[in-house]
């Protein structure tokens, strides 16, 4: 996960815009049981049995009135989200205040709902969980988080938070929703590229006179340097180091492209939804794997009106991850919209050959000089 | 509470519950069976890991094998009483303790201990049973309590156990602390307050009072076989006995004989002597001075009287309830208890026989009164004999014991022929009878069973062969030795109340209480005798009691020495379980008369009861459709007064009563009104967040609320013109951000200058808007 600048945002709490009571099997049980004990009692004039159904009835109030009370004074606040690429686990945090004089609130769950106030949870590109609130003291505050994987890019609106709990006797789940707007950017998945990338800068070091920079994978010979604890047994250079007398390896270069494009191409506009996710997701990986070896990666993909400039850095690949978690088709351009110059190179990126559901054949085209093509794959 | 905690507690109250049956079924081999085999259980469950228990198809086949088992001794035995129940459950138990895979099974082993409580409740109502209550009631709370906990986190996914602070033990230990309170209180009102002897028996009997249970006493007897002779010092009943003036004249070392049958017919059996009651000898005078108990005190001084027996009978067995009396009834009263209707009896009860059956008492306590004349002041039954006596009373007299009774009279110096005896020497006749079986005659007391020879008749065997035997076998003995010789004599059986606290004035009478003495019909004295026309004597009788059995010998045996402190424990233990068993146990609605006065809802309950169920009467299925409706009102009344009362609660709290209002800090507060207010924990921070607001309403009202307040302080500053108090603005800000976000604590002097600030930032505000 890259470092993101802080735009999902957070809301502060209001009052409920809604509560609820929910029975559920354990209260049917516990009335049966209750209804046992009354018919017994009254049956066989047992007063042991009287008492256990006082204490039966004594634990329906007793329960209503702690949690029920405990929980019409429970405030909860979401801290600022990150951003998470697809496949990640975003940290969901919450504040949660008591407001009761006296009364604890223990095992409280806080779930996201969504854009629906009631129903079940759910949370648009996200396997959700609820998070646990072990223990907010009266008139004090607690903290609860949750761990949600996003499951597809884009962007996730947040607006209703629930927190319920069945504490004390697990009776009655009594719930009260909270009204929370934010969003979360959830950014395309970078994934393994299988020497992808590396294909990609070898091909360009062939066509091109771009940067050279020293890269363990790289081809070119760069420089001889002293053995250093976790170098490859493949880079040390056996006969320099008899000579020297010290053990040496070689370092190796990799030239890159001082400024590509990565080209996303028309053809992915019109793929399944799944093909087309992985396609962006390599283009992401790409371009992350480029920007780590000091390349300045543009992105421009015309059937979704997109285009980001090249420029060196983290916040402008951050720029990019953005802008292909939020490309969709589209008929319009952007404004200012602007692809690869006839001078720039380009790595356009269609989909091609065989494609599943965890590997696609993205057919990368590199540009800018002789015509040459290399079919790479690139999968989780 | 950790999960480590949860389990140790779920264990706890698992063999808690399995107790508190135990102690109901006074079983020591369901307490050391069930409890073994729940913690192996347990053990077995944890030794495998935490949430790795048996598989599934293993657990499976045990809990079909548990449920097999019962329905298999449900359609063999007494059908699916609660014993069996009790038992399955304790089976299924032990399954579940072996597959605990998640919270949820945890829960079920909760559930099915509570299950096992009730059970024991509808066993028994004794005092083990009461007290295990008060210890599980708590344990069981806590560890509900925290299965929440734990079902909390494993809905969240979490692996590891939920952080345990010191404030959270605190929290929670106040939590069960309070809810304890809570219910302990209300189910104790509830249980003054619930309406007795409504409903009662709606849906028939639902107790099944185990068939072998020993009480000592039985109203036959069965010379051959081994007898319901008990050495259990379970408590049968509880006995007072007052004088006319209301003075306890029981005390320590005052024996009384409690009165249960009167067996008068001996049946002589090739296998054993068997003496019988005849009912059709005894109830030619019925008595029907049956009285309820709340007469008692008004007729004191009304009725020629002499001794009042109180008697409290723990529990009354099935069906067959005999009623225990020192002398002959003259008047009966009962305590109108919950569990016996005053319309249902139909006992034979009679004047000279102190016992008498009630129908289907169901295991149930029962209290009650008798009054009766001293017998030894004044003949009861006046009895016309000639001196042509019948020579045997009720049976048939083996010549052994005529020739043994010859003998002792002989060596006595007294006629054994009834001819020729004069009537006022029979007392005598009997005193020496029981003098050589107490003493002379060498004869044994012993509990134990002795082989029975076939052929011989039991009493003529101990009598001639084993000289050994219980009281049955000595009273026998001299009945018959009496009959022999022409003196009417009957065997009685029942309770001696030997055992006198002090503390409550009662005797506690026990199962290993249970004797059989003999009574017989001897002149009151010889001024009785008087001469009737025609030569023949009148003699005012009555029915002496004697009682053969060497009397050190049954007191060696039935009761053990015991060092002081040990007897002032004991008496104090019993005082606190008799106070258990009058006012618990036996809490009635005259109980609920006597102390709260709540006769008119009792009495309002039964007429609705009466008029619900009078319009099934012509139905078949009356009994269905009356507990039906009898449980529907009794339900929706209940419903119906907590919504009222919770509705009235709340209005009280919203808007007050005729004018009064509730302190600020009781009221409920509106839904949806002011808003979400932060509890910063000081005032200063209080006061310098509403400024905070206060400023961005009078300087950017169109600030969305959603933003944090830093940002819409911010957004307000955001102007061409700054307002003079930005600063100060910008101040409150930062602090309140970090006090929520930060974890900061602003001190004294920061929280004076952060005050200072609030009142500037509010002051221009206010002038703004």
């Given at each position: 996960m890259i470092a993101r600048a802080p735009e999902n945002s957070d809301a502060r709490s209001a009052s409920p815009v809604s509560r609820r009571y929910e029975l559920r099997w354990p209260s049917f049980v516990y009335i049966a049981t209750a209804l046992f004990l009354a018919v017994g009692a009254v049956n066989s004039q047992n007063n042991l049995l009287y008492w256990a159904f006082g204490a039966a009835v004594c634990g329906v109030i007793v329960s209503g009135l702690i949690s029920g009370g405990t929980m019409l004074k429970l405030r909860v606040t979401r801290e600022p989200t990150g951003t998470p690429h697809v496949g990640e686990s975003l940290q969901l945090r919450y504040q949660v205040l008591n407001g009761h004089r006296v009364l604890p609130a223990f095992a409280v769950l806080i779930e996201e709902l969504g854009t629906n106030q009631s129903g079940k949870s759910r949370l648009e590109r996200f396997e959700t969980k609820p998070a646990v609130l072990t223990h907010c003291p009266p008139r004090g505050r607690g903290r609860a988080r949750a761990s949600v994987i996003a499951t597809k890019r884009g962007v996730t609106e947040l607006r209703y938070v629930r927190l319920s709990s069945s504490y004390p006797f697990g009776l009655v789940r009594k719930s009260v929703?909270?009204?929370?707007?934010?969003?979360?950017?959830?950014?395309?998945?970078?994934?393994?590229?299988?020497?992808?990338?590396?294909?990609?800068?070898?091909?360009?070091?062939?066509?091109?006179?771009?940067?050279?920079?020293?890269?363990?994978?790289?081809?070119?010979?760069?420089?001889?340097?002293?053995?250093?604890?976790?170098?490859?047994?493949?880079?040390?250079?056996?006969?320099?180091?008899?000579?020297?007398?010290?053990?040496?390896?070689?370092?190796?270069?990799?030239?890159?492209?001082?400024?590509?494009?990565?080209?996303?191409?028309?053809?992915?506009?019109?793929?399944?939804?799944?093909?087309?996710?992985?396609?962006?997701?390599?283009?992401?990986?790409?371009?992350?794997?480029?920007?780590?070896?000091?390349a300045a990666v543009g992105l421009s993909a015309g059937w979704g009106g997109v285009s980001v400039t090249p420029a060196p850095g983290q916040r402008s690949l951050y720029r990019l991850l953005r802008a292909l978690a939020s490309v969709e088709p589209t008929e319009t351009l952007a404004r200012g919209f602007r692809g690869p110059g006839a001078g720039d190179e380009a790595l356009t990126i269609g989909l091609g050959g065989r494609t599943g559901r965890e590997h696609v054949n993205a057919l990368v085209a590199c540009t800018g000089g002789p015509a040459a093509r290399c079919h790479a794959s690139c999968g989780g | 509470m950790t999960p480590r905690t949860f389990e140790r507690r779920l264990l706890t109250v698992s063999v808690l519950a399995i107790v508190m049956y135990a102690l109901a079924e006074q079983s020591i081999a369901v307490f050391v069976l069930a409890i073994a085999g729940v913690v192996f259980g347990y053990v077995v469950g944890r030794s495998r890991g935490a949430r790795t228990p048996l598989p599934m198809p293993v657990v499976i086949a045990l809990i079909v094998a548990v449920t097999s088992l019962a329905l298999l001794r449900a359609a063999m035995g007494s059908g699916f009483t609660v014993g069996l129940f009790c038992e399955f459950i304790i089976m299924l138990l032990a399954v579940k303790m072996l597959d605990r895979r998640r919270a949820r099974d945890d829960a079920q082993v909760l559930t099915l201990a509570v299950f096992l409580c009730i059970g024991a409740i509808l066993t028994s109502n004794n005092i083990g049973v009461g007290l295990t209550i008060l210890i599980?009631?708590?344990?069981?709370?806590?560890?509900?309590?925290?299965?929440?906990?734990?079902?909390?986190?494993?809905?969240?996914?979490?692996?590891?156990?939920?952080?345990?602070?010191?404030?959270?033990?605190?929290?929670?230990?106040?939590?069960?602390?309070?809810?304890?309170?809570?219910?302990?209180?209300?189910?104790?009102?509830?249980?003054?307050?619930?309406?007795?002897?409504?409903?009662?028996?709606?849906?028939?009997?639902?107790?099944?009072?185990?068939?072998?249970?020993?009480?000592?006493?039985?109203?036959?007897?069965?010379?051959?076989?081994?007898?319901?002779?008990?050495?259990?010092?379970?408590?049968?009943?509880?006995?007072?006995?007052?004088?006319?003036?209301?003075?306890?004249?029981?005390?320590?070392?005052?024996?009384?004989?409690?009165?249960?049958?009167?067996?008068?017919v001996y049946q002589q059996d090739p296998r054993d002597g068997r003496w019988k009651w005849s009912p059709e000898r005894h109830n030619d005078q019925p008595d029907t001075n049956f009285r309820s108990w709340d007469t008692l005190a008004a007729l004191r001084e009304s009725d020629p009287w002499q001794i009042e027996q109180r008697i409290t009978l723990r529990e009354a067995a099935a069906g067959t309830a005999s009623l225990f009396a020192v002398n002959e009834p003259m008047f009966v009263w009962f305590d109108q208890?919950?569990?016996?209707?005053?319309?249902?009896?139909?006992?034979?009860?009679?004047?000279?026989?102190?016992?008498?059956?009630?129908?289907?008492?169901?295991?149930?306590?029962?209290?009650?009164?008798?009054?009766?004349?001293?017998?030894?002041?004044?003949?009861?039954?006046?009895?016309?004999?000639?001196?042509?006596?019948?020579?045997?009373?009720?049976?048939?007299?083996?010549?052994?014991?005529?020739?043994?009774?010859?003998?002792?009279?002989?060596?006595?110096?007294?006629?054994?022929?009834?001819?020729?005896?004069?009537?006022?020497?029979?007392?005598?006749?009997?005193?020496?009878?029981?003098?050589?079986?107490?003493?002379?005659?060498?004869?044994?007391?012993?509990?134990?069973?002795?082989?029975?020879?076939?052929?011989?008749?039991?009493?003529?065997?101990?009598?001639?062969?084993?000289?050994?035997?219980?009281?049955?076998?000595?009273?026998?003995?001299?009945?018959?030795m009496c009959r022999s010789i022409g003196i009417p004599a009957r065997v009685i059986t029942g309770y001696v109340a030997t055992e006198y606290n002090d503390l409550t004035g009662r005797y506690v009478v026990r199962q290993s209480n249970a004797h059989a003495w003999v009574e017989v019909l001897v002149a009151r004295d010889t001024t009785a005798r008087r001469q009737a026309p025609g030569g023949v004597d009148r003699y005012l009788e009555l029915w002496r009691t004697y009682d053969p059995t060497p009397r050190n010998d049954f007191q060696n045996l039935h009761q053990k020495p015991t060092s002081w402190l040990w007897a002032r424990a004991k008496s104090m233990a019993e005082a606190i379980e008799f106070a258990w068993v009058s006012n618990v146990v036996g809490f009635s609605s005259n109980s609920q008369d006597r102390a709260l006065g709540v006769s008119t809802i009792a009495a309002w309950a039964r007429r609705a009861e009466a008029r619900v169920s009078s319009r099934f009467t012509s139905r078949d299925n009356t009994a269905v459709i009356r507990a039906a409706a009898i449980g529907g009102l009794v339900f929706g009344a209940t419903l119906g007064l907590g919504w009222a009362a919770s509705a009235l609660a709340s209005r009280v709290a919203r808007h007050g009563f005729f004018g009064w209002r509730l302190p600020a800090w009781l009221r409920f507060r509106r839904r949806g009104g002011r808003g979400f207010r932060p509890l910063l924990g000081a005032p200063e921070l209080q006061q310098a967040y509403d400024a905070a607001l206060e400023f961005v309403k009078a300087a950017a009202p169109a600030a969305p609320e959603s933003d944090p307040l830093a940002v819409r302080v911010e957004a307000a500053l955001a102007g061409e013109h700054e307002p003079p108090v930005a600063s100060q603005a910008r101040r409150i800000a930062r602090t309140l951000y970090g006090v929520a976000y930060g974890a900061q604590t602003p001190d004294g002097p920061a929280r004076k200058a952060l005050a200072a600030d609030a009142r500037a930032v509010r002051d221009w505000s206010r002038k703004r808007r």
């Amino acid at each position: 996960m890259i470092a993101r600048a802080p735009e999902n945002s957070d809301a502060r709490s209001a009052s409920p815009v809604s509560r609820r009571y929910e029975l559920r099997w354990p209260s049917f049980v516990y009335i049966a049981t209750a209804l046992f004990l009354a018919v017994g009692a009254v049956n066989s004039q047992n007063n042991l049995l009287y008492w256990a159904f006082g204490a039966a009835v004594c634990g329906v109030i007793v329960s209503g009135l702690i949690s029920g009370g405990t929980m019409l004074k429970l405030r909860v606040t979401r801290e600022p989200t990150g951003t998470p690429h697809v496949g990640e686990s975003l940290q969901l945090r919450y504040q949660v205040l008591n407001g009761h004089r006296v009364l604890p609130a223990f095992a409280v769950l806080i779930e996201e709902l969504g854009t629906n106030q009631s129903g079940k949870s759910r949370l648009e590109r996200f396997e959700t969980k609820p998070a646990v609130l072990t223990h907010c003291p009266p008139r004090g505050r607690g903290r609860a988080r949750a761990s949600v994987i996003a499951t597809k890019r884009g962007v996730t609106e947040l607006r209703y938070v629930r927190l319920s709990s069945s504490y004390p006797f697990g009776l009655v789940r009594k719930s009260v929703v909270f009204e929370l707007p934010g969003t979360v950017l959830t950014l395309p998945a970078v994934l393994p590229t299988r020497g992808l990338d590396r294909r990609v800068r070898t091909r360009s070091a062939r066509t091109s006179a771009g940067t050279r920079v020293m890269n363990p994978e790289g081809v070119e010979f760069y420089s001889i340097s002293e053995y250093r604890p976790g170098d490859a047994l493949v880079s040390i250079a056996w006969k320099r180091s008899a000579s020297l007398g010290s053990m040496v390896v070689r370092r190796t270069a990799s030239s890159l492209p001082a400024r590509p494009w990565i080209v996303l191409d028309d053809s992915i506009a019109d793929a399944p939804e799944a093909e087309r996710e992985l396609a962006l997701a390599a283009a992401a990986s790409i371009a992350t794997n480029l920007a780590k070896h000091g390349a300045a990666v543009g992105l421009s993909a015309g059937w979704g009106g997109v285009s980001v400039t090249p420029a060196p850095g983290q916040r402008s690949l951050y720029r990019l991850l953005r802008a292909l978690a939020s490309v969709e088709p589209t008929e319009t351009l952007a404004r200012g919209f602007r692809g690869p110059g006839a001078g720039d190179e380009a790595l356009t990126i269609g989909l091609g050959g065989r494609t599943g559901r965890e590997h696609v054949n993205a057919l990368v085209a590199c540009t800018g000089g002789p015509a040459a093509r290399c079919h790479a794959s690139c999968g989780g | 509470m950790t999960p480590r905690t949860f389990e140790r507690r779920l264990l706890t109250v698992s063999v808690l519950a399995i107790v508190m049956y135990a102690l109901a079924e006074q079983s020591i081999a369901v307490f050391v069976l069930a409890i073994a085999g729940v913690v192996f259980g347990y053990v077995v469950g944890r030794s495998r890991g935490a949430r790795t228990p048996l598989p599934m198809p293993v657990v499976i086949a045990l809990i079909v094998a548990v449920t097999s088992l019962a329905l298999l001794r449900a359609a063999m035995g007494s059908g699916f009483t609660v014993g069996l129940f009790c038992e399955f459950i304790i089976m299924l138990l032990a399954v579940k303790m072996l597959d605990r895979r998640r919270a949820r099974d945890d829960a079920q082993v909760l559930t099915l201990a509570v299950f096992l409580c009730i059970g024991a409740i509808l066993t028994s109502n004794n005092i083990g049973v009461g007290l295990t209550i008060l210890i599980i009631a708590p344990l069981l709370i806590s560890a509900v309590l925290g299965y929440q906990l734990v079902a909390a986190h494993e809905a969240a996914g979490l692996s590891t156990a939920p952080p345990i602070r010191p404030t959270i033990r605190r929290d929670a230990r106040r939590v069960v602390i309070v809810t304890t309170i809570a219910v302990f209180a209300g189910s104790t009102l509830m249980f003054l307050l619930f309406p007795r002897e409504l409903g009662e028996r709606a849906f028939g009997s639902w107790r099944e009072v185990a068939g072998n249970a020993q009480t000592g006493f039985d109203d036959e007897i069965e010379l051959g076989s081994i007898g319901r002779i008990s050495e259990s010092a379970t408590p049968v009943l509880d006995l007072q006995v007052l004088d006319p003036d209301g003075r306890s004249i029981g005390s320590i070392g005052r024996v009384f004989y409690l009165r249960g049958a009167a067996l008068s017919v001996y049946q002589q059996d090739p296998r054993d002597g068997r003496w019988k009651w005849s009912p059709e000898r005894h109830n030619d005078q019925p008595d029907t001075n049956f009285r309820s108990w709340d007469t008692l005190a008004a007729l004191r001084e009304s009725d020629p009287w002499q001794i009042e027996q109180r008697i409290t009978l723990r529990e009354a067995a099935a069906g067959t309830a005999s009623l225990f009396a020192v002398n002959e009834p003259m008047f009966v009263w009962f305590d109108q208890t919950t569990n016996w209707s005053h319309n249902s009896i139909s006992f034979t009860f009679t004047r000279n026989l102190a016992s008498g059956l009630l129908p289907d008492m169901s295991g149930a306590q029962f209290s009650y009164a008798v009054r009766s004349l001293d017998r030894a002041a004044q003949g009861i039954d006046s009895i016309q004999r000639s001196q042509e006596r019948v020579p045997v009373v009720g049976g048939t007299v083996p010549p052994e014991a005529l020739e043994l009774a010859r003998r002792i009279l002989t060596d006595a110096g007294i006629d054994p022929d009834p001819q020729t005896r004069p009537v006022d020497r029979d007392g005598a006749a009997a005193r020496a009878i029981e003098s050589f079986l107490q003493a002379e005659g060498g004869y044994e007391y012993t509990l134990s069973p002795l082989p029975v020879r076939p052929g011989i008749d039991p009493t003529v065997d101990f009598l001639t062969i084993t000289r050994a035997g219980h009281c049955e076998y000595f009273a026998s003995a001299m009945a018959l030795m009496c009959r022999s010789i022409g003196i009417p004599a009957r065997v009685i059986t029942g309770y001696v109340a030997t055992e006198y606290n002090d503390l409550t004035g009662r005797y506690v009478v026990r199962q290993s209480n249970a004797h059989a003495w003999v009574e017989v019909l001897v002149a009151r004295d010889t001024t009785a005798r008087r001469q009737a026309p025609g030569g023949v004597d009148r003699y005012l009788e009555l029915w002496r009691t004697y009682d053969p059995t060497p009397r050190n010998d049954f007191q060696n045996l039935h009761q053990k020495p015991t060092s002081w402190l040990w007897a002032r424990a004991k008496s104090m233990a019993e005082a606190i379980e008799f106070a258990w068993v009058s006012n618990v146990v036996g809490f009635s609605s005259n109980s609920q008369d006597r102390a709260l006065g709540v006769s008119t809802i009792a009495a309002w309950a039964r007429r609705a009861e009466a008029r619900v169920s009078s319009r099934f009467t012509s139905r078949d299925n009356t009994a269905v459709i009356r507990a039906a409706a009898i449980g529907g009102l009794v339900f929706g009344a209940t419903l119906g007064l907590g919504w009222a009362a919770s509705a009235l609660a709340s209005r009280v709290a919203r808007h007050g009563f005729f004018g009064w209002r509730l302190p600020a800090w009781l009221r409920f507060r509106r839904r949806g009104g002011r808003g979400f207010r932060p509890l910063l924990g000081a005032p200063e921070l209080q006061q310098a967040y509403d400024a905070a607001l206060e400023f961005v309403k009078a300087a950017a009202p169109a600030a969305p609320e959603s933003d944090p307040l830093a940002v819409r302080v911010e957004a307000a500053l955001a102007g061409e013109h700054e307002p003079p108090v930005a600063s100060q603005a910008r101040r409150i800000a930062r602090t309140l951000y970090g006090v929520a976000y930060g974890a900061q604590t602003p001190d004294g002097p920061a929280r004076k200058a952060l005050a200072a600030d609030a009142r500037a930032v509010r002051d221009w505000s206010r002038k703004r808007r």
